[in-house]
């Protein structure tokens, strides 16, 4: 058991902030562009909250993905030693929705990789050219290329993602869809994760 976390890692993270900072200009431009957002909202609701994301994980990944001792509380097991420790799933897939076209996929793929994961993001069909500035802002801010990919297109690309077997699968969107996902994930036996309340159904 060991720690998941390096040093690497933190720095790759706050040059993703540095990097969402420096072109929010053409990031908001390209949200109000695909999704009718007033500028202001574009600023406030997409860029601001990734960049939060992305300090809080800069500053907090290394404390909150430590390993720590976990103690017993049954009095038979209090001699032997517990931990928490927690390891890397391997490819996480993220299925986005078109509303936050920044906000939530950055907000989902950066702690994802400061977990010592890989991703594969499909965002909406409706915001194309978010999409592809996501992928390009975490290669230009140091990650290996291929660490994050983001696919593009329908529901027919959702569903081929879920076909590859990722080891974990995290779906934004409506029900209808949400259901239609949870069905074919519980076909390969993944767990998928609902964002608007970050649990495992």
Excluded at 89 to 105: E, K, T
Excluded at 132 to 159: M, R
Aim: charged fraction near 20%.
């Amino acid at each position: 058991m060991g720690e998941i976390f390096d040093a690497r890692s933190v720095c790759e993270i706050a040059q993703a902030r540095e990097r969402i900072m420096a072109s929010r200009n053409e990031l908001a431009d390209a949200v109000v562009r695909e999704s009718g957002k007033p500028r202001v909202e574009a600023l406030f609701a997409d860029i601001f909250v990734a960049l939060d994301s992305a300090e809080y994980w800069s500053r907090n990944a290394s404390r909150a993905l430590r390993m720590r001792r976990v103690p017993h509380h049954s009095t038979a097991a209090k001699a032997k030693r517990g931990y928490l420790a927690y390891d890397p799933l391997g490819v996480i897939a993220i299925i986005s929705s078109w509303n936050y076209p920044l906000a939530i996929p950055i907000s989902q793929i950066i702690p994802a990789l400061a977990a010592g994961n890989a991703v594969v993001c499909k965002t909406s069909d409706f915001t194309p050219q978010c999409g592809a500035l996501i992928e390009k802002l975490f290669i230009k801010a140091g990650f290996p290329k291929g660490l994050v990919t983001v696919v593009q297109g329908g529901g027919e690309v959702g569903q081929a993602l879920i076909d590859a077997s990722p080891d974990k699968v995290m779906f934004t969107g409506s029900v209808a869809t949400g259901r239609r996902v949870a069905e074919a994930c519980a076909k390969k036996l993944i767990l998928p994760c609902s964002n608007s309340a970050a649990r495992t159904l």
